[in-house]
């Protein structure tokens, strides 16, 4: 397993910054391929993402990209507008599909809320509409809706998801109610599938009593997803996981 640092172009003289995780056995063209962005008050190296990467390359399941968002580049907490985020992403992608080292096989998008729900705009606009093509959609923590807020679900990025998508979320999660999250992926074109990571918070993190976290929850998150791309890339599901 093999962590490059790579910079990815917006535009002449614009990067933002990027890893590129490759598994120890990587086959050009097949071994599939992983992007994740980072959340609205993080960046790229935030522990859920890193730990992801390295479980997902290991496990020799796909070659994962992490990138910043532009603002989190300058060193800004508000977001960019959502425009340049999605071209952001779009960029990452490219240089996904264009990386030289080991171009991918099919490409799954992600990431962790902010980035989770751009992920799934770029998929529901589709290739033809300034979209991206992907083979299925890995949600870490999707903001559904504000904290308290549930009477106004956000469930416009994933309006023309066609693809499989895993969703994976805390049940302590304040962003999303799991009952409306049930409905939701149950009415998408191709229904979605839940991994209730039992206890977790909204960054999937699972706290003792005493409020130290406890070890365990990023690995079950990462074989999950280990488990999810090979079931979408196979047509066969390896094992079965609680909901």
Do not use: W
Not at 7 to 36: A, H, K, W
Not at 63 to 73: A, G, I, K, Q, S
Not at 159 to 184: E, N, W
Request: glycine letters at 12%; a negative charge.
């Amino acid at each position: 397993m093999d962590t490059k640092r790579i910079d990815i172009e917006m535009s002449p003289g614009i990067s933002v910054s990027g890893r590129l995780t490759l598994p120890q056995t990587c086959r050009p063209g097949i071994t599939p391929g992983l992007i994740l962005a980072h959340g609205q008050n993080n960046d790229l190296a935030h522990p859920l993402l890193a730990s992801v990467a390295d479980y997902v390359a290991r496990a020799g399941a796909a070659m994962v990209l992490r990138f910043n968002f532009p603002y989190t580049e300058r060193g800004e907490e508000r977001p960019d507008p959502g425009s340049v985020l999605e071209t952001a992403y779009g960029c990452a992608y490219a240089a996904l599909l264009g990386n030289t080292v080991c171009p991918p096989g099919p490409v799954f998008l992600g990431g962790k809320s902010l980035g989770a729900r751009i992920a799934a705009e770029l998929v529901s606009r589709g290739a033809d509409a300034g979209g991206v093509r992907s083979a299925g959609l890995v949600f870490l923590g999707f903001p559904l809706h504000a904290p308290g807020r549930k009477d106004q679900p956000r469930t416009e990025p994933l309006r023309h998801v066609a693809v499989p998508s895993l969703f994976i979320t805390g049940t302590q999660d304040p962003f999303c109610d799991l009952a409306l999250l049930k409905t939701v992926t149950a009415s998408l074109a191709q229904p979605g599938t839940i991994h209730l990571v039992e206890g977790g918070d909204h960054s999937l993190e699972v706290r003792s009593p005493g409020g130290e976290a406890r070890d365990g929850a990023y690995c079950e998150v990462g074989a999950r997803i280990v488990a999810f791309i090979e079931e979408v890339v196979t047509g066969r599901s390896r094992c079965e996981f609680p909901t």
